[in-house]
C-alpha cells in the first residue's frame, strides 16, 4: 500500500511538470492555432543553460533566471522564424516541420558544445535524499518542491488571463484575432508576448524536471514534451484545469505503469492514453469543442 | 473628416475594391450600398486596417492613417462592427465591454463607460454576467453596438447591422444609429444589402457595383430614385 501511494505521489509531482509543458503548448496554441514543436528543446535548454552558468560560478537564483529567460527569447526567436513566415501563405501546416526543424537545429547546437552524453544537473534545493513526511508516507522534498512551484504557477496563470487587461486579450487574441485588432489590441505583441511566456514555462518545467532526474542531455526534452501535449489533449487544448488534471492522471498512470509493469512501459501508457482520449473525448475532459469560423 | 481617394483591394488576383473615392463628413450617417460581393465589406475593412490598402490613401481630419495597423486606428477613434454578430462569445458581455474599452479609453473609467452604454440598452444590463454566446442575435447586435461605442469613436463602421434579425429588433438598433450621430455627433459609415433601411437614416449614400462607385448622392434623393435597386442593388 505504502509503496502504491509513494508511487502514485511521485506521479502527481511529475504530472505537475507535464501540466506546466501543456500549459506552454497551449498559450501560443491559443494565439496562433499553432503547437510549437521546438518547445521540448526549450526545456533541454533551460536545464543546460542553469548548468552552464552554474558552472561558469553565477550564483544558483541568477543562473536560473537567466535560463528561463533565455528560454523566453529562444520561443520568440521560433516564432520569428519558424511560424510567422508559414502562416502568410494561408492554411499552410509547414510549421509543424519547421518547428520540429527549430527544436533540432537547438538539440544540434547543444551537442556540438557538451556533446551528447547526459551532464549531471546539481542539486539546487534540496537534495534527492532530503524527505518530509506527508500523513505517514515518505516524500521526496524535490518532488514536493516541484508540485507546488507547478500549483502556483498555474494559478497565478488562471489569474492572470481571468482577471488582467492582457490575460483579456491573450483571450480576445485566442477567439477573434480580428475583432480584438478592432478594438486597439495589439495583437502581434499579444502573439509575442504569448512566446515568451509559453518559453519561461518551458524553462521553469525543464529546471524542474531536470533536478528530479537529475542528468540532462540533448535529447531531454523531447520525450517530456510529447507527455506534455498528451496530458495538453487530455485535458482539453486551452483550459488551464484540464492541463493539470490531464498532467496529474498522466503523470499517476505513468508512475503506477512503471512501479507495478515495467519503468520502459510509462511512454505507453501515455499513448495508450491518447489513443483512447481521441476515440472516446477528442475534445479532452475539460475542453470546448474547436469552433472553427467560415 | 474621413477621405479615401483611389482606394484598392486586392485579394490576391481578385480586385474587390478598384480605385474609390469617397468622401464621409463629421457627424453625418454615409450608407454605402450594393449587392453581396460588390466591395462594401472590403471598403470598410481597408478603412479600418484589417485588410491592406494595394493603392490610394486614407486619411482622417487631414492625417494619412493608411499605414497603420488597425489596433492604432482604432486607438485614433475608428469603430468598426463587423458583419456576422463577431464577438467574443466564451466572454461575458461586461468582459466583452470591458476587452473593447480597456486598450482604447481616454481616462473615464470603465464603469461610467459601461453605465452609458447600458442606458442606451437597459436589456443588456440585466445579462451582464451572461457569456455573449448565449445572447439571442438581437442582444448579440446591442453588445457588438455597445462595444463599439463604449470609448465614444469619432468614426464608426458598421457592416450590415439588420442582418438575420427581426424587424422589431432592427428598428431598435436603427434607432441607437440615428439617436449615435445626433447626440455624439460622431461620423456613422453603414454598409447595408437592405437599400431602403440604410437610406432612411443615412444623409448620404454611395453605390458599389463589383468594386466601383457608380452613383452618389444625396439620402433622399436615392430613396425616391426607383431605378436604383433594378439596376445596382440586385433586384
Known amino acids: ?294 | 473628416m474621413l477621405e479615401v481617394t483611389g482606394l484598392v483591394v486586392r485579394y490576391g488576383s481578385i480586385e474587390a475594391v478598384r480605385d474609390c473615392d469617397l468622401t464621409f463628413d463629421t457627424g453625418t450617417i454615409t450608407a454605402i450600398l450594393g449587392a453581396n460581393g460588390a466591395g462594401k465589406s472590403s471598403l470598410m475593412k481597408a478603412i479600418s486596417g484589417l485588410v491592406p490598402a494595394a493603392a490610394g490613401t486614407i486619411r482622417i481630419d487631414g492625417e494619412d492613417i493608411t499605414a497603420l495597423h488597425a489596433h492604432r486606428r482604432a486607438r485614433l477613434g475608428i469603430s468598426h462592427a463587423l458583419e456576422g454578430r463577431r464577438l467574443f462569445h466564451s466572454m461575458s458581455v461586461d468582459e466583452n465591454l470591458r476587452v473593447a474599452w480597456e486598450f482604447r479609453h481616454r481616462g473615464n473609467d470603465f464603469k461610467t463607460a459601461s453605465d452609458r452604454v447600458f442606458e442606451r440598452f437597459p436589456m443588456l444590463a440585466t445579462r451582464r454576467k451572461t457569456p455573449a454566446g448565449l445572447l439571442s442575435g438581437g442582444q448579440q447586435q446591442m453588445v457588438i453596438l455597445s462595444a463599439a461605442l463604449i470609448h465614444e469613436p469619432r468614426y464608426l463602421l458598421l457592416d450590415e447591422p439588420s442582418l438575420g434579425l427581426a424587424p422589431v429588433i432592427v428598428q431598435q438598433i436603427f434607432a441607437a444609429i440615428s439617436a449615435v450621430c445626433r447626440d455624439s455627433g460622431t461620423t456613422i459609415i453603414l454598409s447595408e444589402h437592405v437599400a431602403a433601411l440604410a437610406l432612411s437614416v443615412a444623409h448620404q449614400a454611395y453605390v458599389l457595383k463589383q468594386g466601383k462607385v457608380v452613383r452618389k448622392g444625396a439620402a433622399s434623393a436615392l430613396a425616391v430614385d426607383a431605378s436604383l435597386s433594378a439596376a445596382y442593388l440586385g433586384g
Open chain 1, 1 to 294: 500500500m505504502e509503496f502504491t501511494l509513494q508511487l502514485a505521489f511521485a506521479g502527481v509531482c511529475v504530472g505537475s511538470a507535464y501540466a506546466l509543458i501543456a500549459m506552454g503548448l497551449s498559450l501560443t496554441f491559443w494565439t496562433t492555432r499553432t503547437l510549437n514543436f521546438g518547445q521540448g528543446s526549450l526545456l533541454m535548454v533551460g536545464a543546460v543553460a542553469t548548468v552552464a552558468l552554474l558552472g561558469a560560478g553565477v550564483p544558483a537564483v541568477a543562473a536560473v533566471a537567466l535560463a528561463i529567460a533565455l528560454a523566453g527569447a529562444l520561443m520568440v526567436v521560433a516564432e520569428r522564424v519558424a511560424i510567422r513566415p508559414l502562416l502568410k501563405s494561408g492554411d499552410s501546416m509547414g510549421w509543424v516541420v519547421s518547428t520540429l526543424g527549430f527544436g533540432l537545429f537547438l538539440q544540434g547546437f547543444v551537442a556540438k558544445f557538451y556533446g551528447s552524453q547526459a551532464i549531471a544537473f546539481p542539486s539546487l534545493i534540496f537534495t534527492s535524499l532530503d524527505f518530509v513526511d506527508v500523513f505517514g508516507i515518505q516524500v521526496s522534498a524535490q518532488y514536493l518542491a516541484v508540485l507546488t512551484l507547478s500549483v502556483a504557477l498555474m494559478v497565478a496563470m488562471e489569474i492572470f488571463l481571468l482577471r488582467s487587461a492582457w490575460g483579456r486579450a491573450v483571450r480576445a487574441v485566442s477567439h477573434d484575432a480580428d475583432v480584438a485588432a478592432l478594438a486597439g489590441i495589439p495583437v502581434r505583441r499579444v502573439v509575442v508576448l504569448s512566446f515568451v511566456a509559453s518559453g519561461a514555462l518551458a524553462g521553469v518545467a525543464g529546471v524542474m524536471v531536470a533536478q528530479i532526474t537529475g542528468t540532462v542531455d540533448p535529447q531531454f526534452g523531447f520525450n517530456l514534451m510529447v507527455l506534455g501535449f498528451v496530458a495538453a489533449v487530455f485535458g482539453g487544448m486551452g483550459s488551464i484545469v484540464g492541463a493539470l488534471v490531464g498532467g496529474i492522471a498522466l503523470g499517476v498512470a505513468e508512475k503506477l505503469a512503471g512501479g507495478f509493469i515495467s519503468t520502459a512501459f510509462g511512454d505507453a501508457v501515455a499513448f495508450a492514453i491518447l489513443m483512447a482520449v481521441l476515440a472516446i473525448r477528442p475534445q479532452g475532459l475539460f475542453g470546448r469543442r474547436e469552433m472553427t469560423k467560415v
